[in-house]
């Protein structure tokens, strides 16, 4: 679970049994993620990266550090063991639990909007200014796949549950869909307006 372009000082999660909780930060948070198993919410905030344990609603941690000032998204993956943070043109692998960096992406010309983990986790998409889509393998590090079907930025990524559909959604109003494995382009649609933020039903039948 993703949200977009908050902008806000507070984080409030709606409890269906117990109520709210708030998470308050000292900069704009710009992107939240939940882990898979719900233990963990991690939030940007410029500069920083918070940790907090869902549970108790505390921060267990964040990392701080003076290359983080333009961050734009966080993603988790599907077990739970990595998380990707965007910072200007650049991508940074962490490991979720320690916090730990351990390895960085490079190629995209401008600003990273979005990132989103493949199922397996370990492919990653990013979604950039420089309208273009590309796909990295994290184990080797190394880029798979340059994708470019958009004329404006692409704003927003997201795959399928199975693994085999990622959409990518833009600033000109195109939406297109990719199929996995092999990056091959399937189609678009038009005319939906500025593309901010993607996410699949859980049976992948529906985009939202």
Known sequence: ???????????TLFFHHSGIAQYDHEKPVTDVVF????SILVSIAFGNVYFWDSETHFEARHIEEKVLNT???????????????ANRNNIMLYNLKSGRMLSGFSGHSRFVYDLAFHPNSTILASASQDKKV???????DKE???LSNHSADVKAVAFSADGSVLA?????????????PGARLMGSVSNVG???????SPDGKRLL
């Open 1 to 11: 679970m993703k949200l977009k372009s908050l902008l806000t000082l507070l984080i």
């Open 35 to 38: 882990s898979k198993d719900g």
């Open 71 to 85: 961050l734009f998204s966080v993603d988790i993956s599907s077990n739970s063991e990595y998380m990707a943070v």
């Open 134 to 140: 590309k796909i990295w393998d994290i184990n080797s």
């Open 144 to 146: 798979l796949f340059d």
């Open 168 to 180: 990518s959604g833009s600033s000109d109003g195109t939406i297109s869909f990719w199929g996995f």
């Open 194 to 200: 500025k593309v901010e933020s993607l996410d699949f």
